[in-house]
């Protein structure tokens, strides 16, 4: 693809002539195509531009367009502010665009010769643009759909073949070749349809055939211009049967005729004359195509003869019957035909053939539409068998009182049995995809082996009898008792299942019992649930026996063991048993429970000798002894008493104290001589030491609570002992991090030993007795202070005397005697004159910095987003904070209001104007506003509006000066609110949404002419072109520029090897925004 760089000025409602992009860079351009198909546009442009190589949003880049044909301008577009393709909403040409007809075809076709394309795209956001130029050549002649179509009996095809020129430079062809059967069949089959040039048909049947040919061909030409054609075309073709044989007798007849007529009719000779050479000539073609086996060649001859010649069982075209063609035998020598020899079911006798005897090949018949029925009646008995297509197969026998049939049609299979006289007695089966279904309720009628229906069997009640009595299953009028007779048995490959409520699986392993406790057919979820494992009473007549018994409530899974519920007998006696080993058989009894408790009974007796529980009385009974209150351990269940028994006391060990009197509150300790334990009536105390793992609290009303003292013999108050008494404070690892406590002399000791830390003292400090520091104080050495102070502090009245300081332009006493002769004046600044005196100044000044942040743009970026009201939304506040391309998209919903967008910003120290880059896909009668928080009214106001976008539009508002949009804590709150009920269809887009503070210099008098200004011939700014032009170029530097990095004045420039840099946003580093251009090699 030719790819050129068209320069020059964009006409562009942007009002910039933009930048030109290196068109190196971008992969594709456009694709150009001539679209001839009825109903659509005549071109259409496809934008094929990649804009990641351009380094563009698409979202920023509208696109116009100029086409030139062979006589001249046909299009032109300009105005980016009306585009021909907009490509964030489709990558297509949105007009259209005529093209030129040739007036030597009768306007019927487009004007040969080249078209010329040139698309540009511009970059609204970068203030750039792309051009692309290309010149196509149309030289395409349409074609017309043509089609061959040959038949006959000798091949018994019907060929049908897409004979249309198409041309050169196809791409593809999507074509539909139909085929349609002669509509005087009975049923005429489906049509024939396919996409192939070439279609065959067999059987075939005789008279008129119609061929449809629909064909969409698409044109790639070497300098890609692309081409859509459509043609179609209606075509009609005669089939003819017969063969050669049945010809003869016709063309002779024909041939005599014709000699005849030619004799007497002298006008018409030269007509017979040619249709006799016509008809002789394919006669002799035909019998030379016949001998040597050429079917095509066969049939193409006897279409010539046939569009001559009608004979018996050729078939006419255009009339009322259609009849299957049989293909023509194979020529098998000539000679005097000879006799002939039935078989396959036909026999022949006394010169006629007859239907009946054996079949000796497999014989296919086809009925078509038609159909075949067998049918006999004798002695009154009838039978019939009907086929058809259409009525399916029917076999029918009756005796004139009762009658059966067999139907098979594409639903089932119908089973009948009629009764002419008891209509009652009819029956009527289906075989159907949902099984064998009675037609009607036929089960007063059952016997012991009729087949029976499911409602039959969900009605019953009883029992229902396996075998014999013993296996049955009782039924009640609801149904199974405790089964679910509608599942019965199944089986899921893990376990067999019984009316849901009962199951084994594949193992054996579960057994699951139970259901819902109000209905024993359902396990409903969140409902009581229990099961019972029960066994026969001895007496029949008695309720079962429980075993076990489960119930699952709410906050409680019950397990009961032989009894707890009333519709079962309980159990006298649970016995325990234990083996002596895996083969120990019945075991030895080790334990009862009884109506009197449960008991231990190594004997197998059911008695209360070695017991643990005797009635309402627990017991751990002494070594060798029995349960009673000379045990270890006695309670009382009546009184719930918990006793001691017949045991030593503690006291009576022989390593103990006699007797607890007169110790109350001791602890007890072993005694010096290591050889028995004691109480002792001191504080309790670690001999040695000890850790402490948890918090320790000291609670007493004494004024020492906690006292550390030193081991030693001590000497007069106030004098310490030898050594030092020290609270440590040690980590996890044993560094000792600080200590408080007692020095060697006496002194409190505060000393932190962590690197760099202090003494934190976190509230007023209160000094009674004297301060001694060493080191230093904020980095000062405090010594050296001292000293400056014992020797100067005596002299501050003199210190106006300390020398001559002017050096160090300090005021003298001469400055401050003349500045207090001044007096004083509110708002003026003390001055010193050019002759060294002092003055007042009431002219108002302000730093430099200041001057300098007046100058500045100061933006705030939000801090939060809040979307109140969406149909859904995806983008972060982040996504606002920068002017990048990346968005928030907020969906309309259908309610009042369509949307609601918060933007809350901190740490606003003023503004005056709100900047926003969005796109509102909505629609012209839909107003959205922008809105302020006013803090003093509490309430919003409007500051904006806007309707349907057709792109990304820039809003830049103004704001007086006002503290009502911020709160006492410098924050302020943007919306935008869609006014009114929305359209789900509808959304919008923001890219940027910040609060401002532009620079604020200006003010009325002075110089308004700029030529009265003075300094003009100062060349003290490089950045400024000079009117002489010997500096032409406006740039602050060379080198890279970055929004995150570097600082920028609203449209300062730079520079480097490849790129130019502008400032777009000014601000300082981390505020300006840069935008950055590729720089084309120059020739």
């Not at 395409?140 to 091949?155: E, H, Q, R, V």
């Not at 006292?707 to 020290?726: C, D, F, R, V, Y």
């Not at 302020?972 to 269809?985: D, F, M, P, V």
């Not at 730079?1054 to 020739?1083: E, F, I």
Request: with cysteine; net charge negative.
């Amino acid at each position: 693809m030719a790819i050129l760089n068209i320069s020059g000025t964009i006409n562009s409602s942007f009002g910039t002539s933009g930048v030109l992009v290196n068109a190196a860079q971008a992969a594709g351009d456009a694709v150009f195509t001539i679209d001839l198909r009825p109903d659509h546009p005549i071109i259409i442009v496809q934008d094929n531009l990649d804009y990641g190589v351009l380094g563009w949003n698409i979202n920023d880049a509208v696109a116009t367009i100029i086409l030139i044909g062979p006589e001249g301008e046909i299009y032109r577009n300009e105005d980016f502010g009306d585009p021909d393709i907009v490509p964030a909403t489709s990558r297509y040409l949105n007009k259209t665009i005529t093209l030129p007809l040739d007036p030597l075809t009768d306007y019927a076709n487009i004007l040969k010769g080249n078209y010329t394309l040139k698309i540009a795209w511009y970059n609204s956001t970068l203030d750039e643009y792309y051009n692309f130029l290309k010149t196509y050549q149309y030289i395409l002649d349409p074609a017309t759909i043509a089609n061959t179509t040959t038949s006959g009996p000798y091949t018994g095809v019907l060929t049908s073949t897409d004979t249309t020129e198409y041309g050169p430079n196809v791409h593809q062809i999507i074509r539909e070749h139909r085929i349609q059967y002669p509509t005087q069949l009975a049923v005429p089959p489906p049509d024939v349809v396919s996409s192939n040039a070439q279609v065959q048909v067999t059987p075939i049947y005789t008279n008129e055939w119609a061929i449809l040919i629909n064909s969409f061909v698409e044109y790639r030409n070497p300098d890609l211009l692309r081409i859509y054609w459509e043609g179609e075309g209606e075509f009609t073709h005669c089939v003819y049967g017969g063969c050669i044989g049945a010809m003869y007798d016709a063309i002779d007849t024909m041939l005599t005729y014709y000699r005849e007529a030619m004799a007497c009719n002298l006008n018409n000779q030269e007509a017979y004359q040619k249709r006799l050479v016509i008809v002789n000539t394919a006669w002799h073609l035909l019998n030379e195509a016949y001998w040597s086996g050429d079917a095509e060649e066969a049939d193409e001859q006897a279409y010539i003869i046939q569009e001559q010649v009608e004979y018996t069982g050729a078939g006419i075209c255009g009339g009322s019957t259609s009849e299957l063609v049989v293909p023509c035998p194979p020529w098998t020598g000539g000679g005097v035909g000879g006799s002939y020899t039935f078989s396959n079911a036909l026999t022949e006798g006394g010169g006629n053939v007859v239907w009946g005897g054996t079949i000796t090949q497999p014989t296919t018949i086809n009925m078509v539409g038609n159909e075949v029925l067998f049918s006999g009646t004798d002695a009154g008995n009838t039978v019939s068998q009907s086929i058809s297509a259409s009525g399916g197969i029917v076999q029918k026998s009756g005796n004139g009182t009762t009658e059966g049939s067999v139907s098979v049609i594409p639903s089932g299979v119908e089973l009948k049995v009629i009764d002419s006289i008891t209509p009652a007695n009819n029956k009527i089966y289906n075989v159907t995809v949902d099984g064998l279904v009675e037609a009607s309720d036929y089960s007063s009628g059952y016997t012991g082996l009729s087949l029976v229906n499911k409602d039959y069997v969900d009605g019953l009640t009883g029992n229902i009898t396996f075998g014999t009595a013993q296996y049955q299953i009782p039924y009640t009028n609801a149904g199974l008792s405790d089964f679910d007779y509608s599942a019965g048995f199944t089986y899921d490959g893990s376990k067999l299942t019984l009316a849901n409520a009962v199951y084994l699986d594949q193992y054996g392993r579960d057994i699951l019992l139970g259901s819902d406790f109000t209905d024993h057919l359902s396990r409903t979820d969140n409902t009581l649930k229990d099961g019972a494992l029960v066994f026969p009473h001895y007496t029949n007549s008695e309720e079962n026996i429980i075993g076990i018994y489960v119930a699952s409530l709410p906050v409680n899974n019950l397990l009961q063991i032989g009894g707890g519920d009333t519709r079962y007998n309980a159990a006298t006696t649970i016995q325990f048993y234990i083996g002596s080993s895996t083969t120990t058989v019945a075991g030895t009894l080790i334990a009862n429970i009884l109506s009197t408790g449960f008991h231990v009974d190594t004997i197998g007796e059911l008695t209360a000798a070695a017991g643990v529980t005797i009635n309402d009385e627990v017991y751990l009974p002494t070594i060798g002894g029995t349960g009673t209150n000379t045990s270890i351990i006695y309670y009382n269940k009546t009184t719930g008493e918990l006793t001691y028994g017949d045991t030593t006391a503690f006291v009576d060990l022989p390593d103990t104290p006699s007797t607890y009197t007169g110790f109350a509150g001791y602890f007890l300790a072993v005694n010096p001589g290591a050889d028995a334990v004691e109480f002792v009536a001191a504080a309790f105390v670690p001999v040695t030491g000890g850790t402490f793992t948890g918090q320790v609290t000291i609670a007493t009303s004494t004024d020492r609570p906690l006292i550390i003292k030193q081991i030693g013999a001590g000497s007069a108050p106030g004098t310490p002992e030898g050594g030092i008494n020290l609270i440590a404070f040690q980590d996890n690892d044993g560094d000792e991090q600080g200590h408080i406590g007692i020095d060697a002399s006496g002194n409190v000791v505060l000393k932190s030993f962590v690197t760099g830390a202090g003494i934190l003292i976190d509230s007023d400090l209160e000094v009674n007795g004297d301060l001694i520091i060493t080191g230093v104080v904020d980095g000062v050495d405090i010594a050296a202070w001292k000293t400056e102070y014992d020797t100067k502090s005596s002299n501050w009245d003199d210190a106006y005397s300390w020398g001559d300081h002017a050096g160090l332009y300090q005021l003298l006493d001469a400055d401050l005697t003349a500045i207090a002769a001044l007096g004083f004046a509110s708002v003026s600044f003390l001055k010193k004159t050019a002759i060294d005196t002092w003055v007042l100044d009431t002219e108002i000044y302000a730093t430099k910095d200041y001057v300098d942040s007046l100058a500045l743009t100061y933006i705030y970026p939000p801090d939060v987003l809040d979307v109140v009201t969406s149909d859904g939304y995806t983008g972060t506040v982040s996504d606002v904070q920068d002017l990048d391309g990346d968005v928030i998209q907020v969906e309309e919903e259908s309610g009042d209001p369509g949307f609601e967008i918060r933007f809350e910003y901190i740490n606003v120290t003023d503004f005056n104007n709100v900047f926003l880059y969005l796109y509102y896909h909505g629609g012209a009668t839909h107003d959205v506003l922008i809105q302020l928080y006013n803090y003093d009214t509490l309430g919003w106001d409007t500051i904006g509006s806007f309707t349907d976008q057709t792109a990304f539009t820039i809003i830049d508002i103004p704001i007086a000066l006002d503290t009502d949009y911020m709160n006492g804590s410098n924050e302020s709150t943007l919306r935008i609110y869609h006014n009114g009920a929305g359209n789900t269809s509808h959304y919008i887009e923001v890219d940027y949404a910040v609060l401002r503070l532009l620079p604020q210099l200006g003010g009325g008098g002075g110089i308004t002419d700029h030529g009265g200004l003075t300094g003009l011939a100062d060349d003290d700014h490089p950045q400024y072109a000079l009117a002489d032009g010997t500096r032409c170029v406006f740039y602050s530097n060379y080198g890279a520029k970055q929004s995150s990095v570097d600082a920028g004045a609203l449209g300062e420039f730079s520079v480097d090897d490849d790129y130019l840099y502008v400032c777009v946003v000014a601000g300082s580093a981390g505020s300006a925004v840069w935008k950055q251009t590729a720089l084309l090699q120059s020739p």
